[in-house]
């Protein structure tokens, strides 16, 4: 009881801070880096190892250079998380930017659904958000919830401002059947690691085997549902410009295994372009393949 109270107390406190601007925002993530880099050591061990291993031909000194652009990063990400709490749409859309949108609209008029899939890169919860806003069909979203409940209710309400719908992974069919009889688009976020019980496939992602996956596959194979990959840019501090590419627009003609390897491919393409903005403090190759 106590520490639901405590949680509660805490969410309030973040919505007080989401009342602050962005630019005083930035400058406490300032402080905050350098609590969680050179105090805490936040992690610094996985994001270390997870950089060695993604990129053995840079030198310690470039993976050093990466590690902390991330950490400057991370502190960002986390403030502007929190500004979401009360975002105007406004000024959401005016820090999110679409090329593409057309193409989903296209679908949307003919009466059909599309699947879309990305990454945990630059601020996915951002981009979801402006997402919501921007089309005229519902974002279902698949997620994995977290342990505590008032934190997960608190990111539910941030999620779901602007009419997304989010889906426990689990519940994934279920919610599908609800918005069947409507265009609907449904987003995975390709790199999540599955349990290793779980982990049936593996690709080649950043030089090491990595366990995937294989929902957005099934899905898109049995449903014919062309496949969109949405490209985060960070084009400065708090604003992001996202590319829908077409990735997969005839699912049921690929062979298996095609469509998992292709996400990861531009994800991985992605992060070798600007590495720093990737969230390399998951512990994302618990295990590997027997």
């Not at 950043?206 to 194979?221: C, R, V, W, Y």
């Amino acid at each position: 009881m106590i520490k639901r109270g405590i949680a509660h107390l805490g969410v309030f406190f973040l919505y007080l801070i989401s009342l602050l601007p962005l630019p005083l925002l930035f400058f406490f993530a300032r402080l905050l880096y350098y609590l969680l880099y050179y105090v805490i050591g936040y992690r610094k061990k996985v994001v270390r190892e997870n950089l060695v291993r993604s990129f053995p031909e840079k030198t310690t000194t470039e993976i050093a250079a990466i590690e902390k652009k991330f950490f400057k990063f991370l502190a960002n990400l986390i403030f502007e998380i929190i500004k979401l709490t009360s975002i105007s749409e406004k000024q959401l859309l005016k820090r999110v930017k679409f090329s593409g949108l057309d193409k989903l609209e296209h679908h949307f008029k003919a009466g059909q659904s599309v699947l879309a899939c990305t990454g945990h890169y630059g601020n996915w919860e951002m981009g979801m958000l402006a997402l919501g806003a921007s089309i005229s069909a519902k974002a279902l979203v698949i997620y994995k919830p977290i342990n505590n409940k008032v934190f997960e209710t608190w990111f539910d309400k941030l999620r779901t401002r602007y009419g997304n719908v989010f889906i426990a992974m689990k519940q994934t069919l279920r919610g599908m059947a609800a918005y069947k009889n409507e265009p609907t688009l449904l987003c995975f976020a390709s790199d999540q690691t599955p349990k290793q019980e779980k982990s049936n496939c593996y690709v080649n992602f950043l030089n090491q085997p990595t366990a995937a996956f294989l929902g957005i596959e099934k899905i898109a194979k049995s449903t014919n549902r062309p496949i969109y990959y949405f490209k985060v840019n960070v084009i400065e501090k708090g604003y992001y410009h996202v590319d829908i590419l077409p990735m997969c627009m005839e699912p049921s003609l690929t062979k298996d295994y095609e469509i998992t390897n292709l996400q990861f491919k531009f994800l991985e393409d992605i992060i070798n372009e600007h590495p720093e903005y990737w969230l390399w403090s998951h512990k994302r190759w618990k295990f590997k393949p027997e």
